[in-house]
């Protein structure tokens, strides 16, 4: 058997032309207005600022602007609020993106649940996580957004599987087990306290690896047939998943890098595009 590749970084670039031709309708739609994300980094994490301008960069590619915000180290709650509630009184703006983690003495619950809801592109409050979870109308978290987006263009069917989960954060875990819940699958979700992990990720049709630990998920717990999905990045690019024995026995999996990483920036560019329809036109 030869897996099927679920290739991130070919689909995040057929994403990408079609925002951008979307992106030059809207603006002349909008009399020259471009879309806009502002992006806001605290304090000088490398990596931190390396996603962020690639987003950046992501912004430029199709046509879209970026309005960056960086603070230092230091910033309070209260000051970093204060810049997002700017942002949300913006007309300019149509998607906010908080760069995480911040600093430790920063509220980071607060901060991104003060985003305004229409502006939450990267889907990190509550209250858009609620509505995803109930199936209404909300930015799903990029991440998992991406996950979901890539399982749909493969035509990877969802309906009655058991789909393991490994990981429970706010962006990625939780997020992605109430996405497969709602198109169906039965869902187990793992974390660090969880008893028998091996033995749970054999019975997963679709496995989502999300632990942020380099290579924590080895190939012989995967029984033969599964969908294997590494949100993980490590630097060196590697994954959560352990696919080091090879991967013809899957049905399908993401390579790392190159898989679940570029659909991340893909998903966050096409909820501000979409924001920004709903604001401009
Ligand atoms: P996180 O916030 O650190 O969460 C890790 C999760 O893994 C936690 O829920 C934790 O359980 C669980 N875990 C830790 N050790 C475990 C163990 N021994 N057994 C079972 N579960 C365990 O990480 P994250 O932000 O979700 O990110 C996860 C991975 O995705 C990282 O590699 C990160 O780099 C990657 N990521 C990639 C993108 C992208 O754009 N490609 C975006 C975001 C994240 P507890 O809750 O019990 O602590």
């Excluded at 992501?58 to 700017?86: N, P, W």
């Excluded at 908080?98 to 939450?120: G, S, T």
């Excluded at 942020?212 to 990045?233: M, T």
Aim: charged content about 20%; overall charge neutral.
């Amino acid at each position: 058997m030869t897996a099927l590749v679920l290739d991130g970084k070919s689909l995040a670039r057929k994403i990408e032309a079609e925002l951008a031709a979307k992106v030059i309708e809207l603006t002349s739609k909008a009399g020259g207005t471009k879309p806009v994300l502002a992006t806001i980094l605290v304090g000088d994490d490398p990596a931190s600022a390396t996603y962020v301008k690639m987003k950046g960069n992501a912004c430029e590619r199709i046509g879209m602007a970026s309005l960056r915000v960086i603070l230092s180290q230091s910033t309070t709650t209260d000051e970093l609020l204060a810049e997002i509630d700017k942002l949300n009184a913006d007309p300019r703006v149509h998607g906010i993106l908080l760069q995480h983690p911040v600093p430790k003495q920063i509220d980071e619950r607060k901060c991104f649940d003060r985003i305004a809801q229409e502006k939450d592109v990267d889907g990190v409050t509550a209250l858009g996580f609620g509505s995803m979870s109930m199936n209404e109308p909300a930015y799903g978290s990029a991440t998992p957004a991406g996950i979901m987006r890539l399982l749909l263009d493969y035509g990877v069917s969802i309906e009655g599987k058991h789909a393991v989960v490994v990981g429970r954060s706010p962006i990625l875990g939780k997020p992605i087990a109430m996405m497969l819940l709602n198109a169906n699958a039965t869902v187990t979700i793992c974390h660090s306290r969880t008893q028998g992990l091996p033995q749970l990720i054999g019975l997963a049709d679709i496995l989502i690896g999300a632990v942020g630990k380099p290579r924590f998920i080895k190939g012989e717990w995967i029984k033969d047939g599964a969908i294997v999905i590494d949100a993980g990045y490590h630097p060196g690019g590697v994954g959560d998943i352990d696919l080091s024995a090879g991967t013809d026995r899957y049905a399908a999996y993401t390579p790392v890098p190159g898989g679940v990483g570029p659909m991340t920036i893909a998903m966050l560019m096409a909820q501000t595009v979409e924001s920004a329809e709903k604001s401009l036109v």
